[in-house]
Nanobody, 129 residues
Framework: QVQLVESGGGLVQPGGSLRLSCAAS????????IGWFRQAPGKEREGVSC????????HYADSVKGRFIISRDNAKNTVYLQMNSLKPEDTAVYYC??????????????????????WGQGTQVTVSS
């Protein structure tokens, strides 16, 4: 059974950090671009970051550039999102997604709400004092 499971969310103060994990089962992440997107109440879905298969090149939304870092560990079939200098506006449910398309295309599709290959159930991130 193909599955993506996110973990690592929680409550953090502004300026704090969290690391999200996205573990895959039932398929090999090596051959897929992996992305993170978020959905906050009353806001449109936003593509946050993507990482390519192969060369591992990374792509970020302007809103998180310089604060978030995406990485992958193919041996563990897992992708991570390190989130630093968190702001209240980062509060959202964070989802990971896997797709056979190139990472920049995946990031765009995530932002536009278009269908992608696989996605998980999400993990809540709340940034508040």
């Amino acid at each position: 059974q193909v599955q993506l499971v996110e973990s690592g969310g929680g409550l953090v103060q502004p300026g704090g950090s969290l690391r999200l994990s996205c573990a895959a089962s039932g398929f090999n992440l090596d051959y897929y671009a992996i992305g993170w997107f978020r959905q906050a109440p009353g806001k449109e879905r936003e593509g946050v970051s993507c990482i390519s298969s192969g060369d591992g090149s990374t792509h970020y939304a302007d809103s998180v550039k310089g604060r978030f870092i995406i990485s992958r560990d193919n041996a563990k079939n897992t992708v991570y999102l390190q989130m630093n200098s968190l702001k209240p506006e980062d509060t959202a449910v964070y989802y990971c997604a896997a797709d056979y398309r190139r990472a920049p295309i995946l990031l765009l599709r995530l932002s536009l709400g278009l269908e992608v290959g696989y996605w998980g159930q999400g993990t809540q991130v709340t940034v508040s004092s």
